[in-house]
Structures are given as structure tokens and as C-alpha cells.
């Protein structure tokens, strides 16, 4: 029976129970019914409380179950119907406020696609997304989710990728451009080819991320369970106290009913999902609450290099001339030129080096492409040659740790370009404000040469380098941390990373263009395509756990000064037990403080 049911039966039986005693005048069956509802729900009470010792736990039910029990005991039947209304209530508003404060998470199940509308033969027919095949031809309207990744064919249009990436504005697409899963199409119908089946396509990776953590239960949900015994303990030693020195049995029901467990079993629960909701509407899908509480403790971070610490795209670096008629601007041109239809990750490095510096590029004719190598061109009239130094007939020299370009002109050797693996623009920060947030080491693991690591790690605030790192190298690097440095947080986005990231405290992959195999070994996932938003976790996770300990010290001590007047007598079981809801709101809406950016 859901915790919802369970509070209408309880209202149920305190409808009947109050025609019984005030319209029929059958006070004895009023007694009966809520002596039923209160021993079948003490008994149940008591059976998960076993369960929970079994566990090697200690709970906060028991005051519950001897609150109930006392009230009957010295004939305070109403008070025990309270606290029994106050329980099963409790129980049903921390459902709703988990609803309300993980609604951006279940955003992404309910609008997952669910057809496609295939194009064959000139006709359109309505597939479900799960019969869409690679190479397929769809079809995707105005106003409508995309329903598989995909390359555009036909069309451009705007398109809305804010619950894939958290980026508010719209993204221009036109031809070539790719397509993910779940954007959300603008004002002009686009034709695209199917890339990826839908279990593999952007948006499905992320619906599994979120029934994962939907389905992996935190750890760290009742915070409150360490202070249960001190709390359990203070409750008995003041009824106690307040029984013996009136010797009236009522004084120990009537504290025991304002020692209300509700707010030290609501709170924890409450902040952590509101926590993840948060951290959901910042881009980061946090699996569970555990991590939650991991990342607020966290004394460390690893840092894969390659597409995480850095962009993962080259970049041009120096320009080197040998060749006495030509200049730099020059050389960068005819080398960019020859290489203007090629798809070589270098040869767009290049694009972007002249549209940077506005040079213009030449025409090209008799190009030839030998694969691996280089590429050879008519450019302004000349015989360019550009690729591997063999390629172009030269002895390489001073560029063993860089990537480089050697460009020879009518075959004679000209000079070379070599690129660079820019730093993400806010890596420094993240850095930074890592440190700021009390991380006392920060580790680069990578699998690169050891001069680019260490050139790349010049540039930032990084405690120890380690290249040439294969998968198993990262593993065990991470083990070999001290323990005062844990729990340590590993950061990468491909493959080569699931492991490591599976074997760190947490693992964290950039999601927006990583593997999913690395989003999958991770205990988050960045789904925007910024490093910063690890801080981000870090800031929002220690935000969290602050507020979640903030409003189970709020409930205790409400529920102490309740427990101490209750004890001189000031406070009657039935107006105890209605003060319990008191109690339990004021502890909830404390932890959907989490929820809010502070």
C-alpha cells in the first residue's frame, strides 16, 4: 500500500471513529477502530524497525511505535489517532515534496520521443522510434521532438536543445549539421538521416541515466538515522523524568507524542532529491544521493586531459618558415588552401586558423589525398605539398611532442605548422574555484605524451601530472591516493575513462559529447559541454548537505522544546500530536531550500 493510501485509510478510520463517538454516542467502538488502525500500523512499524537492526542500523521508528503504544496505554485514544494521521501524512507530503523536487528529472522520461515519421518511396509513415534503422530518412515537423540522432539532409531551422545541453538559446541548423535526440524543432520542417538507433541516440542515454538513478537508492537518505539514538535517549530521559516526579503515566505519553520522528525522517530525504533537482536544472544528472553527499565531502580531483581539461580540438600553435620569400601568413594560406575539402581533424584546424586571422583562401585544382600521409594541390599557381614530414621529403626535427603539418612548396621544403590542444576557456576557473570549495589536489591523468601534459599543466593550478596513463595505469593511480585525500573525484569524457571513472569515489563524465561508456561507469553526468559545472556539483552538493543538517537540527530542537513543556504539562497528548504537523512542515519546506539557487 502506497504511503497516499495508507493516510486515507488512517482518515478513513478517524471519520468513522468521530461519527461513532459524537453521532451515535459508541465511544467503545470508536476505541476499538482506532486501537485496530494503531496496532496493525505499530505492527508494521515494528516489523521494518527489525528489518532495520538487522541491517546494523539503528532507526528513529521506535518512538513512534512507543508513542502510539503509551497514548492507548493511559487511554489517550484521540492522540494516538493524531499521531497516527500525523505519520502516515508525513509519510504522503515527503512523497509529494520528492515529486515536486525532482519534476525536472522526471521531465526528461515523460517527454521521451515516441514515433518518427519515416520518408520511403515519396510517402510518410509513422514508425514507432524503436523500428527506426541507421540511414532511415526522417522526417521531423515544426514544434516537434527529434526522435533519433541524426545528420540534416534537407532544410535549416532553428532548434531547442536546452533539456539536453541547459543551453537556453536556440541552435541554427543547416545541412550536415547533426541532430540529437529530444531538441525540439523550430518553425521549419527538417529531413535528416538517421545516425544512431534510438536505444544508442542522445536522448535515450539520458532517460537511462535518469531511471538509474531514480532506481539506485542513496545511502545517505536518512541523515537523521546518527542522531536517532541521542534523540530517542533525550526523549525517554525527559518523559521519564517527567512520569517519575508526577507520578502521572500521561506526562510520559504526552512527550513521547511531541517527540515527533517525522522531521528527522523527512528532512535528509527531502534536501537530497531537492539537491539533484537543482543540480538537474544546472546541467548535471546526479545518479543518486549518495553522490550527492560524496561530492560535498570531496578532498580531491583527477582530471583526464584530452576533451576535459582541454577543448579536444587542435588548434594552431606556432608557424615556422624556412623558406626566405614567404611569410608566416604566407605559408598558413597556401597550407590551409590545399587543405580547404579535406575532413581531417588538422586540416579544420586550419579553417578556423585563416577565418580567425581573415585570410583568404586560394583555388585549388589537381588535388590528390594519399590517405595517412598528406595532400597535394595546385594552389595559386604552385605545387603545395602538405602532410607528414616523409611526405613532403624532409627530415623531422623539434616536433616529437607536437602534432605538426610540414608544407613544401614546388617540393621544396617551406616550413610547418604544428597545433596546440587548447585549454577549455574555463578550466582555470574550475580550477580555481575547486580550491575554493576546500579540494586540497588536483591530479591530471592522461594518456599523452609527458612534454603536452606538461606543458598544458603549466598553464593552470595542477598539483601532479601523470602521462602516458593507460586505463589501468588511471585505476591504479587513484588507489595509491591517501586516504586523507578521499573521497577523490575522477573527471573524463571517453572511453578510456569508464574504468577510472568506475573506480573513483565519484565519477563524473562529460556527457554533452562523451562516450556512454563513460557516462554509463559515472555517478554524474555534465550534459553541457563546460567544465566549470563541476564546481558546480561540488558548490550545490555541499549547499545541500549544509541545508539538509540545518533542518534535521531544526526539527530537534523544535522537537526538544516541545518534549520539555510537554513535561510540566502544559501540553495535552491530543494538542501534541496535532503539533507534530507543525513540526514536519516546517522541516520540509527547510529542506526544499535545496531546490533554490543561493
Same mark, same amino acid.
Given at each position: 500500500?502506497?504511503?497516499?493510501?495508507?493516510?486515507?485509510?488512517?482518515?478513513?478510520?478517524?471519520?468513522?471513529?468521530?461519527?461513532?463517538?459524537?453521532?451515535?454516542?459508541?465511544?467503545?467502538?470508536?476505541?476499538?477502530?482506532?486501537?485496530?488502525?494503531?496496532?496493525?500500523?505499530?505492527?508494521?512499524?515494528?516489523?521494518?524497525?527489525?528489518?532495520?537492526?538487522?541491517?546494523?542500523?539503528?532507526?528513529?521508528?521506535?518512538?513512534?511505535?512507543?508513542?502510539?503504544?503509551?497514548?492507548?496505554?493511559?487511554?489517550?485514544?484521540?492522540?494516538?489517532?493524531?499521531?497516527?494521521?500525523?505519520?502516515?501524512?508525513?509519510?504522503?507530503?515527503?512523497? @509529494?515534496? !520528492?515529486?515536486?523536487?525532482?519534476?525536472?528529472?522526471? !521531465?526528461?522520461?515523460?517527454?521521451?520521443?515516441?514515433?518518427?515519421? &519515416?520518408?520511403?518511396?515519396?510517402?510518410?509513415?509513422?514508425?514507432?522510434?524503436?523500428?527506426?534503422?541507421?540511414?532511415?530518412?526522417?522526417?521531423?515537423?515544426?514544434?516537434?521532438?527529434?526522435?533519433?540522432?541524426?545528420?540534416?539532409?534537407?532544410?535549416?531551422?532553428?532548434?531547442?536543445?536546452?533539456?539536453?545541453? !541547459?543551453?537556453?538559446?536556440?541552435?541554427?541548423?543547416?545541412?550536415?549539421?547533426?541532430?540529437?535526440?529530444?531538441?525540439?524543432?523550430?518553425?521549419?520542417?527538417?529531413?535528416?538521416?538517421?545516425?544512431?538507433?534510438?536505444?544508442?541516440? +542522445?536522448?535515450?542515454?539520458?532517460?537511462?541515466?535518469?531511471?538509474? !538513478?531514480?532506481?539506485?537508492?542513496?545511502?545517505?537518505?536518512?541523515?537523521?538515522?546518527? @542522531?536517532?539514538?541521542?534523540?530517542?535517549?533525550?526523549? @525517554?530521559?525527559?518523559?521519564?523524568?517527567?512520569? @517519575?516526579?508526577?507520578?502521572?503515566?500521561?506526562?510520559?505519553?504526552?512527550?513521547?507524542?511531541?517527540?515527533?520522528?517525522?522531521?528527522?525522517?523527512?528532512?535528509?530525504?527531502?534536501?537530497?532529491?531537492?539537491?539533484?533537482?537543482?543540480?538537474?536544472?544546472?546541467?548535471?544528472?546526479?545518479?543518486?544521493?549518495?553522490?550527492?553527499?560524496?561530492?560535498?565531502?570531496?578532498?580531491?580531483?583527477?582530471?583526464?586531459?584530452?576533451?576535459?581539461?582541454?577543448?579536444?580540438?587542435?588548434?594552431?600553435?606556432?608557424?615556422?618558415?624556412?623558406?626566405?620569400?614567404?611569410?608566416? &601568413?604566407?605559408?598558413?594560406?597556401?597550407?590551409?588552401?590545399?587543405?580547404?575539402?579535406?575532413?581531417?581533424?588538422?586540416?579544420?584546424?586550419?579553417?578556423?586558423?585563416?577565418?580567425?586571422?581573415?585570410?583568404?583562401?586560394?583555388?585549388?585544382?589537381?588535388?590528390?589525398?594519399?590517405?595517412?600521409?598528406?595532400?597535394?594541390?595546385?594552389?595559386?599557381?604552385?605545387?603545395?605539398?602538405?602532410?607528414?614530414?616523409?611526405?613532403?621529403?624532409?627530415?623531422?626535427?623539434?616536433?616529437?611532442?607536437?602534432?605538426?603539418?610540414?608544407?613544401?612548396?614546388?617540393?621544396?621544403?617551406?616550413?610547418?605548422?604544428?597545433?596546440?590542444?587548447?585549454?577549455?576557456?574555463?578550466?582555470?576557473?574550475?580550477?580555481?574555484?575547486?580550491?575554493?570549495?576546500?579540494?586540497?589536489?588536483?591530479?591530471?591523468?592522461?594518456?599523452? +605524451?609527458?612534454?603536452?601534459? *606538461?606543458?598544458?599543466?603549466?598553464?593552470?593550478?595542477?598539483?601532479?601530472?601523470?602521462?602516458?596513463?593507460?586505463?589501468?595505469?588511471?585505476?591504479?593511480?587513484?588507489?595509491?591516493?591517501?586516504?586523507?585525500?578521499?573521497?577523490?573525484?575522477?573527471?573524463?569524457?571517453?572511453?578510456?575513462?569508464?574504468?577510472?571513472?568506475?573506480?573513483?569515489?565519484?565519477?563524473?563524465?562529460?556527457?554533452?559529447?562523451?562516450?556512454?561508456?563513460?557516462?554509463?561507469?559515472?555517478?554524474?553526468?555534465?550534459?553541457?559541454?563546460?567544465?566549470?559545472?563541476?564546481?558546480?556539483?561540488?558548490?550545490?552538493?555541499?549547499?545541500?548537505?549544509?541545508?539538509?543538517?540545518?533542518?534535521?537540527?531544526?526539527?530537534?530542537?523544535?522537537?526538544?522544546?516541545?518534549?520539555?513543556?510537554?513535561?510540566?504539562?502544559?501540553?495535552?497528548?491530543?494538542?501534541?500530536?496535532?503539533?507534530? *504537523?507543525?513540526?514536519?512542515?516546517?522541516?520540509?519546506?527547510?529542506?526544499?531550500?535545496?531546490?533554490?539557487?543561493?
Amino acid at each position: 500500500m502506497t504511503n497516499f493510501r495508507k493516510f486515507v485509510v488512517t482518515l478513513l478510520v478517524a471519520g468513522v471513529a468521530l461519527l461513532a463517538q459524537f453521532v451515535f454516542h459508541a465511544p467503545l467502538i470508536a476505541f476499538w477502530m482506532i486501537l485496530l488502525a494503531g496496532g496493525s500500523t505499530t505492527l508494521l512499524m515494528f516489523i521494518g524497525m527489525i528489518q532495520t537492526l538487522k541491517n546494523g542500523k539503528y532507526g528513529i521508528d521506535i518512538l513512534a511505535i512507543t508513542a502510539i503504544v503509551a497514548t492507548l496505554a493511559v487511554g489517550e485514544y484521540w492522540a494516538s489517532l493524531v499521531v497516527l494521521i500525523m505519520l502516515t501524512g508525513g509519510d504522503s507530503l515527503e512523497d @509529494y515534496a !520528492s515529486r515536486q523536487a525532482g519534476r525536472e528529472l522526471q !521531465s526528461l522520461l515523460n517527454n521521451s520521443p515516441q514515433t518518427a515519421h &519515416k520518408i520511403k518511396d515519396q510517402a510518410i509513415i509513422d514508425l514507432a522510434v524503436s523500428e527506426i534503422q541507421v540511414n532511415d530518412l526522417i522526417l521531423v515537423k515544426p514544434g516537434e521532438t527529434v526522435p533519433v540522432d541524426g545528420q540534416i539532409v534537407a532544410g535549416q531551422s532553428t532548434v531547442d536543445e536546452s533539456s539536453l545541453t !541547459s543551453e537556453s538559446m536556440a541552435v541554427s541548423k543547416n545541412i550536415d549539421d547533426a541532430l540529437m535526440s529530444g531538441s525540439i524543432n523550430g518553425d521549419t520542417a527538417l529531413k535528416f538521416k538517421v545516425t544512431r538507433l534510438a536505444q544508442d541516440s +542522445q536522448y535515450q542515454r539520458l532517460v537511462r541515466l535518469v531511471k538509474e !538513478s531514480e532506481r539506485k537508492p542513496a545511502n545517505f537518505v536518512r541523515l537523521a538515522d546518527q @542522531y536517532a539514538l541521542p534523540f530517542t535517549l533525550i526523549a @525517554y530521559l525527559i518523559g521519564g523524568l517527567s512520569w @517519575y516526579l508526577s507520578k502521572d503515566p500521561v506526562r510520559f505519553a504526552e512527550v513521547l507524542v511531541v517527540a515527533s520522528p517525522c522531521p528527522l525522517i523527512l528532512a535528509a530525504p527531502v534536501a537530497l532529491v531537492a539537491g539533484m533537482s537543482r543540480s538537474s536544472r544546472a546541467g548535471i544528472v546526479v545518479k543518486n544521493g549518495t553522490t550527492i553527499e560524496k561530492l560535498a565531502k570531496a578532498q580531491s580531483a583527477a582530471f583526464d586531459k584530452t576533451g576535459t581539461i582541454t577543448a579536444g580540438s587542435l588548434v594552431v600553435d606556432q608557424i615556422t618558415v624556412d623558406n626566405s620569400q614567404m611569410t608566416a &601568413k604566407q605559408l598558413l594560406q597556401l597550407a590551409a588552401s590545399a587543405e580547404q575539402d579535406s575532413s581531417h581533424i588538422l586540416a579544420r584546424s586550419l579553417q578556423a586558423a585563416v577565418k580567425k586571422d581573415e585570410i583568404d583562401l586560394l583555388s585549388v585544382s589537381n588535388l590528390s589525398e594519399t590517405t595517412g600521409q598528406g595532400i597535394r594541390a595546385i594552389v595559386d599557381g604552385k605545387t603545395i605539398s602538405a602532410g607528414k614530414a616523409a611526405f613532403v621529403k624532409h627530415t623531422e626535427t623539434g616536433s616529437r611532442n607536437q602534432t605538426a603539418i610540414f608544407v613544401a612548396v614546388n617540393d621544396q621544403y617551406a616550413g610547418m605548422i604544428t597545433f596546440k590542444d587548447a585549454l577549455r576557456p574555463e578550466t582555470e576557473q574550475t580550477l580555481k574555484k575547486l580550491k575554493t570549495l576546500g579540494l586540497k589536489r588536483l591530479i591530471m591523468l592522461t594518456g599523452d +605524451q609527458a612534454g603536452v601534459a *606538461e606543458k598544458i599543466a603549466s598553464q593552470i593550478d595542477i598539483d601532479e601530472v601523470h602521462a602516458q596513463c593507460l586505463p589501468e595505469d588511471k585505476i591504479r593511480l587513484l588507489k595509491t591516493i591517501p586516504s586523507k585525500l578521499h573521497p577523490i573525484i575522477m573527471v573524463g569524457d571517453g572511453v578510456n575513462d569508464a574504468p577510472a571513472l568506475a573506480a573513483a569515489d565519484i565519477g563524473i563524465a562529460m556527457g554533452a559529447h562523451g562516450s556512454t561508456a563513460a557516462s554509463e561507469s559515472a555517478d554524474a553526468v555534465i550534459l553541457k559541454d563546460d567544465l566549470y559545472r563541476v564546481a558546480q556539483a561540488v558548490k550545490i552538493s555541499q549547499e545541500t548537505m549544509a541545508i539538509a543538517r540545518q533542518s534535521v537540527w531544526i526539527g530537534i530542537s523544535i522537537c526538544v522544546f516541545l518534549m520539555l513543556l510537554a513535561s510540566t504539562g502544559l501540553i495535552p497528548a491530543l494538542l501534541g500530536a496535532a503539533l507534530q *504537523e507543525v513540526v514536519d512542515s516546517v522541516s520540509i519546506l527547510s529542506s526544499l531550500r535545496a531546490r533554490k539557487n543561493r
